[in-house]
C-alpha cells in the first residue's frame, strides 16, 4: 500500500514538473500575439473610457472606425485552414 501512494506522488510531481517545463518554452511567435493582443486590448480599453466619460454615441461620418481594421502584423500568426473537399449530401437524404 505504501509502495502504491509513492509511486501515485511520484508520478503527480513528475507531471507537475514537466507541466512547468512546458509553460516555460513559449515560442517568439506567441510571445509576439500576446504582446499585440495586449497592446490592441489597452487601446479598446483607453476608447471605452473615452466614450464612457464623453456619454457620446456617434452617427455616421463622425464615427472613427479605423480601429476595427486588420491590423498587417498579425496577418502572419492567423493559422491558413485548408478546405474539405470531402463533402457529399447523398447519404443525408437516406
Do not use: C, W
Amino acid at each position: 500500500m505504501k509502495k502504491e501512494l509513492l509511486l501515485v506522488l511520484m508520478l503527480s510531481f513528475g507531471s507537475s514538473v514537466l507541466s512547468a517545463d512546458n509553460n516555460k518554452t513559449i515560442s517568439s511567435s506567441e510571445k509576439n500575439a500576446t504582446k499585440r493582443a495586449n497592446a490592441q486590448l489597452k487601446k479598446q480599453q483607453e476608447r471605452e473610457e473615452k466614450f464612457a466619460r464623453e456619454q457620446t454615441f456617434y452617427m455616421g461620418k463622425n464615427h472613427d472606425l479605423s480601429y476595427a481594421e486588420i491590423n498587417p502584423d498579425s496577418i502572419d500568426s492567423v493559422p491558413l485552414i485548408e478546405p474539405d473537399y470531402d463533402f457529399d449530401m447523398d447519404d443525408v437524404y437516406d
